[in-house]
């Protein structure tokens, strides 16, 4: 089975902070993406990597950044942490591009105070 | 710009009635659809994947259909029972980037004893 971790479940964080958020997958998956999900709004699509040092902008890069340094671990950075990036975040990755499916991690729900 | 709606938010309902979750997605050019599950607080769970040339898959009590066509898709789960309650989720690949998912907001559903 696909196993896709995230580094922490529950995470509390002051205003400006820098954040850290891991994912890693154990499947040699190339492709690796970072989603946060709020109430209402559902899933939305932050970065996505198509394989070691490449990264692409989702639909809400604005105060994030990734890193990909091995094929295996996908990191989430919030530079200067917000109140407004309180949500949830959700890793996942995906073996063949556009017929296979995205496994998930547990999530890693953060609070920004 | 491809949009997904599902219908109904929530939905509650006595343990062993069969369901219908509704997915609708406004263009019709998709290569597949995935429907997902999520337990509160945690990762989605993929379901089932239908491939944009078939017509349904079937897991255990779980049916999903697909009519391209007419931009629908419906998940059926017979005899619901307590284990069943959680947030369900459609989701498609982007025209241009099928790496990319659009995910509906879910039908959140509870089946009570």
């Known amino acids: 089975d696909v196993k896709v971790t995230q580094s922490s479940r529950y995470l509390v964080k002051r205003t400006g902070e820098k954040v850290f958020l891991e994912c890693v997958q154990d499947m040699d998956h190339e492709n690796m993406f970072w989603y946060r999900q709020d109430p209402g709004l559902g899933l939305r699509l932050i970065y996505f990597s198509y394989d070691v040092k490449m990264k692409e902008k989702g639909d809400i890069p604005e105060g994030y950044s990734v890193s990909r340094e091995k094929k295996e671990r996908f990191s989430l950075i919030l530079e200067s942490a917000s109140t407004n990036q309180t949500s949830m975040y959700l890793c996942?990755?995906?073996?063949?591009?556009?017929?296979?499916?995205?496994?998930f991690g547990p999530g890693t729900r953060l609070t920004v105070l | 710009k491809q949009e997904v709606t599902q219908i109904p938010a929530a939905l509650s309902v006595p343990e062993g009635e069969n369901l219908v979750l509704n997915c609708s997605f406004t263009d019709s050019a998709i290569y597949n659809l995935q429907w997902f599950r999520q337990d509160p607080g945690k990762g989605l769970t993929s379901l089932l994947l239908?491939?944009?040339?078939?017509r349904e898959q079937t897991s255990g009590r779980l049916n999903a259909s697909l009519d391209k066509s007419s931009g629908r898709s419906t998940l059926y789960i017979a005899a619901s029972q307590p284990g069943d309650s959680a947030t369900y989720l459609c989701a498609v690949p982007a025209k241009y980037n099928t790496d990319k998912l659009i995910f509906g907001t879910g039908t959140r559903l509870q089946v009570f004893p």
């Open positions: 239908i491939q944009s040339s078939q």
């Open positions: 996942a990755s995906i073996e063949d591009r556009g017929t296979d499916t995205q496994y």
